[in-house]
T-cell receptor
Framework: GAVVSQHPSRVICKSGTSVKIECRSL??????MFWYRQFPKQSLMLMAT?????????EQGVEKDKFLINHASLTLSTLTVTSAHPEDSSFYIC????????????FGPGTRLTVL | AQSVTQPDIHITVSEGASLELRCNYS??????LFWYVQSPGQGLQLLLK??????LVQGIKGFEAEFKRSQSSFNLRKPSVHWSDAAEYFC??????????FGQGTRLTINP
């Protein structure tokens, strides 16, 4: 299957700082990328959907000014958590889908964010 | 509203035993159906998917799933589980360009 990478895999930061997480599709062009958040022992919660070259579409309740998403190329999307607080600590997972809406979403390995 | 239900939060089976994980969905038309597996601290790996055609779908790692329209179900099965199958399993559904909707997940524990 297709490969999606995320960097970093783990990050610890101080409260008030910003953190950037990268999501890359390594062997296919991802027209659409998705960002999820997962709390311990829970399912994935979709935060936003981004299409290459367009503004991201955020799910209800997700602060777009706090979670900045950029999808500048067909292989890279970034999520920036701005002015992070301890409640932002979570597991963030991205996924990528190809050019067809019937294409499968392939998931990255996730990024564990801890805000002190 | 569209929804996916995985009735079993936690299942324990013995190594070598058969496995069935349940998934029911609520959609207006035939959706696209997926099963993903997640090991602790990892992302999701696609086990199998159903878009159309043969309702019995074969996946990786010896898993299969059967789409039953009349029951709105897409249950995952494996005839003989291995200790390495211990993980969290997610059923997911989408319709066309719409977003994936996940079930709550089923945690599988394997007894030696």
């Amino acid at each position: 299957g297709a490969v999606v990478s995320q960097h970093p895999s783990r990050v610890i930061c101080k409260s008030g700082t910003s953190v950037k997480i990268e999501c890359r599709s390594l062997d296919f062009q991802a027209t659409t990328m998705f960002w999820y958040r997962q709390f311990p022992k829970q399912s994935l919660m979709l935060m936003a959907t981004s299409n290459e070259g367009s503004k991201a579409t955020y799910e209800q309740g997700v602060e777009k000014d706090k979670f900045l998403i950029n999808h500048a190329s067909l292989t890279l999307s970034t999520l920036t958590v701005t002015s992070a607080h301890p409640e932002d600590s979570s597991f963030y997972i991205c996924s990528a889908r190809g050019t067809s809406v019937t294409d499968t979403q392939y998931f990255g390995p996730g990024t564990r964010l801890t805000v002190l | 509203a569209q929804s996916v239900t995985q009735p079993d939060i936690h299942i324990t089976v013995s190594e070598g035993a058969s496995l069935e994980l349940r998934c029911n969905y609520s959609y207006g038309a035939t959706p696209y159906l997926f099963w993903y597996v997640q090991s602790p601290g990892q992302g999701l790996q696609l086990l199998l998917k159903y878009f159309s055609g043969d309702t019995l779908v074969q996946g990786i790692k010896g898993f299969e799933a059967e789409f039953k329209r009349s029951q709105s179900s897409f249950n995952l099965r494996k005839p003989s589980v291995h200790w390495s199958d211990a993980a969290e399993y997610f059923c997911a559904v989408t319709q066309g360009a719409q977003k994936l909707v996940f079930g709550q997940g089923t945690r599988l524990t394997i007894n030696p």
